[in-house]
């Protein structure tokens, strides 16, 4: 999901140098697709919208039992590279009808691959906020 919101910025980047908006549906699209407009209809930013992730990969958050407001999370991977990391879920997959091979995602604190809130997602992500927000 940092890829996403990497190539959001870069779309959004190009359209204020180059002054063509050709690539601005796609940053909009990756934008809405963190923020729940994907196939777990999860917001990968905690706090925002209706659904977003509860049990983070955060030792902080699981120690304490609290939420982690404004963190965006690492988001989806591919089953492959969930797979590779040996992972086993704390519980089950509630999201199960909705993974595929190219994406899968669990909150569950245990998948440190699609479920931590990392210091490189939460920068990309906080620039793209800051990219909306008005002047």
């Known amino acids: 999901a940092e890829t996403m919101v990497g190539e959001a910025l870069t779309a959004l980047w190009y359209e204020d140098l180059s002054g063509d ?11 809405d697709y963190m923020l729940g407009g994907n196939p777990w ?19 902080i958050a699981e120690l304490t039992n609290s939420e982690l407001v404004g963190f965006w999370d690492e988001g989806p991977a591919t089953l492959a590279q969930f797979l590779a990391q040996n992972i086993t879920l ?10 595929s091979e190219e994406a899968v995602y669990h909150d569950d604190v245990e998948d440190y691959t699609t479920n931590e809130p990392t210091i490189s997602m939460n920068a990309t992500g906080l ?3 800051a990219w909306y927000a008005p002047p």
Do not use: C, K, M
């Open 127 to 129: 620039a793209l906020a």
């Open 90 to 99: 704390s519980g089950e997959d509630i999201y199960a009808a909705f993974q």
């Open 21 to 31: 908006p050709v690539y601005h549906a796609l940053a909009q699209a990756q934008r």
């Open 41 to 59: 209809g999860v917001s990968f930013v905690n706090n925002v919208g209706t659904v977003w992730p509860h049990h983070p990969h955060h030792q």
